[in-house]
Structures are given as structure tokens and as C-alpha cells.
């Protein structure tokens, strides 16, 4: 009698251990992630590969010819790269607190749906996920409101995230108990005190989760002083420097230049100057994420509305 093909599949992983459907996943996804994962490790081996080496191409898995950090000294040794990278630290860090703190606090309150006006307050704010007002009317605000061509144009009109304040907002509505909130008020906490000693804390794999993303979000931008700022190449974030020296001639020819005037004995070629910079816009956010790991994976999940 002819063996059904789930005991059959049954009787292989009896005897072997495993089945060939096993295999297949599991030659699937390190193929996968090695097609991921060999572009951004070739890009990082070619940033430190001698150009003589490097213009042989081929695979490369390991630096040929020794490590070369010529190509990060040129870059670093310039002015306008250096100030874009502390423009961009500070930025993230001041945008994603600012954002956090606010986005947070709004979401909790507008989750207390029993308080008069706060499912208006919710329309209006998620009625703006769907519509804005447009470029001008965006400009002259910031016109108006002394924000153009300057700093915090880049930071404070990013403290409200709306895409992020629907899962707060979900969160906070379905996934905090109700009892913790109800035993603090009974012990005469206020509602602030509620949600920084109480909800907060346990809030805090999705606020790790969130607070990666919108730390993301600013890192990348360049949006914004592209559109408002511009003409100040003392306020460019170091996103706007890798976008110019990807497409801009004009850049690069500062970062060769730069390095030719401190030492070397030749310009350092475009393409070797590119990977370099291209791993120090992802180095930082990369560095981050060992230590909000914990949180990331349970936080990911979290905010979804729950039966």
C-alpha cells in the first residue's frame, strides 16, 4: 500500500532528522540573506581596498593588498563633512526625543476616548495623514513662524508623527491594563504621574521599537533642508554630503582636493570615496541597534488592535 505524503514526510524526519522541505527553507533563506547581505559587505571591503586593487573588480570577499583607510582620512579631513556629521547626530537625537516625548503624550491622551473632544482631536490629527495643505502654504507657515533657513526647521516640524501616533494611540488603548492605571489614580497619582510612572515603563519595548524608527527617519532626511534651507552649507546634515557626492561633481572635487592638500600624493578615486561614505551614513544607525535589539522584536509587534 502507497505511503500518504505527510507519512511519508513523517517517516523521513523519523529517520533522518529532517525532510527535504527542511532543506529547501533552509538553502533558501542563506541564499537570501547572502544576497542581502553581499552588497553592503562589498561596498564595506571596497572603502578600505587599495585602488590598485580595487579597480581588478571581481568578487571580493576580503580586502586585497591590505587595509587602506586613505579614503575615510579624506573625508574626514574635511570641514563641511565633519560639520554635516555632528548637524546630523544632533539633529537625530534632539528630533527623536522631541518626537517621542510628544507623539507619546498625545497618543495616551487622545487614547482616553471617554474625555469630551478627544475622538475630534483624533480626526483632525489622522484627517492629516490623508491630506495636507501642500509645498507653499507649508513654506510660508515656516516663514511666518521664523523657522526658514534655520536649524530647528529640520527638527521641530517633525515632533508629531502621525504614523507612529496611530500605533501609540492603539497601543496605549488596547495593551496597557486598565487596573494599573485605576490602582495608581486610587493612590492619589495624577494623570501625568500615570503615564510617566506607570504607563511609560511599560511601554517600553514599543517606545524602543518607535523611537529606532523615528531615530531612522531624521537620520536619512535631507527633505527638509533641501526644500527650506539650502543656501547654508553650515546647516547640512550629513544625508544631503553623501547625496551630493553621489551626484554632485562639485563635492567630490572638495573631498580630492582636501585630501591632496593634506598629504596625498593623489586624489583618491570617486568611486573608492563613495563606499567609504556610504558606510559612515550607515555606521551610526547600525551601532544602535545591538542595544535596543531586546526591545525591537517585541516592540515590532505591538499597537495592533487586539480582539
Not at 559587505?41 to 580595487?54: D, I, L, R
Not at 482631536?121 to 511666518?144: A, C, K
Not at 493612590?187 to 519595548?205: H, L, M, N, Q, W
Request: overall charge positive; some cysteine; aromatic content about 14%.
Amino acid at each position: 500500500m502507497k505511503k500518504a505524503p505527510t507519512e511519508y514526510r513523517r517517516t523521513m524526519l523519523q529517520r533522518y532528522g529532517f525532510n527535504f522541505y527542511d532543506v529547501f527553507v533552509l538553502v533558501f533563506c542563506v541564499l537570501f540573506a547572502l544576497v542581502c547581505i553581499y552588497p553592503m559587505w562589498y561596498v564595506a571591503v571596497a572603502s578600505v581596498t587599495p585602488y590598485s586593487e580595487f579597480i581588478k573588480g571581481g568578487l571580493m570577499l576580503w580586502p586585497r593588498g591590505g587595509l587602506d583607510l586613505q579614503y575615510y582620512e579624506a573625508i574626514f579631513n574635511t570641514k563641511s563633512t565633519l560639520n554635516s556629521m555632528w548637524i546630523s547626530v544632533s539633529k537625530t537625537v534632539i528630533g527623536t526625543v522631541l518626537s517621542v516625548i510628544v507623539t507619546a503624550t498625545m497618543a495616551y491622551g487622545v487614547s482616553k476616548t471617554q474625555v469630551k473632544g478627544m475622538k475630534l482631536i483624533n480626526l483632525l490629527v489622522v484627517f492629516n495623514l490623508f491630506f495636507s495643505g501642500g509645498l507653499i502654504p507649508q513654506y510660508m507657515l515656516y516663514q511666518d513662524l521664523g523657522l526658514l533657513r534655520s536649524y530647528w526647521v529640520m527638527v521641530i516640524p517633525g515632533a508629531l508623527n502621525i504614523t507612529y501616533f496611530i500605533i501609540m494611540r492603539n497601543y496605549y488603548s488596547f495593551s496597557v491594563p486598565h487596573a494599573l492605571e485605576e490602582a495608581a489614580q486610587i493612590d492619589g497619582c495624577t494623570e501625568v504621574g500615570v503615564f510617566f510612572r506607570i504607563v511609560t515603563p511599560v511601554s517600553k519595548a514599543m517606545i524602543a521599537a518607535i523611537s529606532l524608527f523615528i531615530a531612522v527617519l531624521n537620520w536619512n532626511d535631507y527633505y527638509s533642508y533641501m526644500m527650506f534651507i539650502s543656501n547654508k552649507t553650515e546647516l547640512q546634515p550629513y544625508a544631503w554630503v553623501l547625496h551630493r557626492m553621489l551626484t554632485d561633481q562639485t563635492m567630490m572635487n572638495q573631498v580630492r582636493n582636501g585630501a591632496v592638500s593634506m598629504g596625498m600624493a593623489t586624489p583618491p578615486p570617486p568611486m573608492a570615496l563613495r563606499m567609504a561614505c556610504i558606510i559612515c551614513a550607515m555606521l551610526p544607525i547600525m551601532c544602535v541597534y545591538p542595544f535596543l535589539q531586546k526591545h525591537f522584536t517585541k516592540g515590532i509587534t505591538l499597537g495592533a488592535v487586539k480582539e
